[in-house]
T-cell receptor
Framework: RKEVEQDPGPFNVPEGATVAFNCTYS??????FFWYRQDCRKEPKLLMS???SGNEDGRFTAQLNRASQYISLLIRDSKLSDSATYLC??????????????FGKGTKLSVIP | DGGITQSPKYLFRKEGQNVTLSCEQN?????MYWYRQDPGQGLRLIYY???????QKGDIAEGYSVSREKKESFPLTVTSAQKNPTAFYLC??????????????FGAGSRLTVL
């Protein structure tokens, strides 16, 4: 089983739609979780951290389910500018004061006019 | 403004040549990382450094070398031993410690093409 798995998509949705992505992780000792956004041929940028109780930032909502080992990202009222690849990132303690970040391969979203 | 600067943005290399990619940060971050990204693939860790004068191999270190002589700088050398070096290279850094400890900040990347 891959450490961090995402549906690669693409998800093609009309403007104004609601879309959700899931990400599963295999390391039960994972401690922190993030969603990054990556535009074509650009660097990833932090979209939001994912907190245990779930968190919202405008149109974006992130959820964590530790029991089932997945995180989700919900985007409401999709905009054309939301078109990007969304990377799931999982952080786990790897010993000796070090943390290891593992990236999913990303889910591609295209918002269509 | 603080950030991470990678250079060059685009680089072309002939087979058999070594090239060095620069990464400089003024965020006062302790830890720095080099990742490689291939089309349709996730980020793969090449090397990382938690502190000056120390660095560790990541998952795909073969054919690469790094140094960390200064906190601000973490250059990556792609050697001729790297069999498939054409890729998008991303440098990143993060603070260590309990507050915002694990958020990575990326540079804009260097795109290397071997001719």
């Amino acid at each position: 089983r891959k450490e961090v798995e995402q549906d690669p998509g693409p998800f093609n949705v009309p403007e104004g739609a609601t879309v959700a992505f899931n990400c599963t992780y295999s390391n039960s000792a994972s401690q922190s979780f993030f969603w990054y956004r990556q535009d074509c041929r650009k660097e990833p940028k932090l979209l939001m951290s994912v907190y245990s109780s779930g968190n919202e930032d405008g149109r974006f909502t992130a959820q964590l389910n530790r029991a089932s080992q997945y995180i989700s990202l919900l985007i409401r009222d999709s905009k054309l500018s939301d078109s990007a690849t969304y990377l799931c990132v999982v952080n786990a303690y790897s010993g000796a004061g070090s943390y290891q970040l593992t990236f999913g391969k990303g889910t591609k979203l295209s918002v269509i006019p | 403004d603080g950030g991470i600067t990678q250079s060059p943005k685009y680089l072309f290399r002939k087979e058999g040549q070594n090239v060095t990619l620069s990464c400089e940060q003024n965020l006062n971050h302790d830890a720095m990382y080099w990742y490689r990204q291939d089309p349709g693939q996730g980020l793969r860790l090449i090397y990382y450094s938690q502190i000056v004068n120390d660095f560790q191999k990541g998952d795909i270190a073969e054919g690469y070398s790094v140094s960390r002589e200064k906190k601000e700088s973490f250059p990556l050398t792609v050697t001729s031993a790297q069999k498939n070096p054409t890729a998008f290279y991303l440098c990143a850094s993060r603070r260590t410690g309990p507050s915002g400890a694990n958020v990575l900040t990326f540079g804009a990347g260097s795109r290397l093409t071997v001719l």
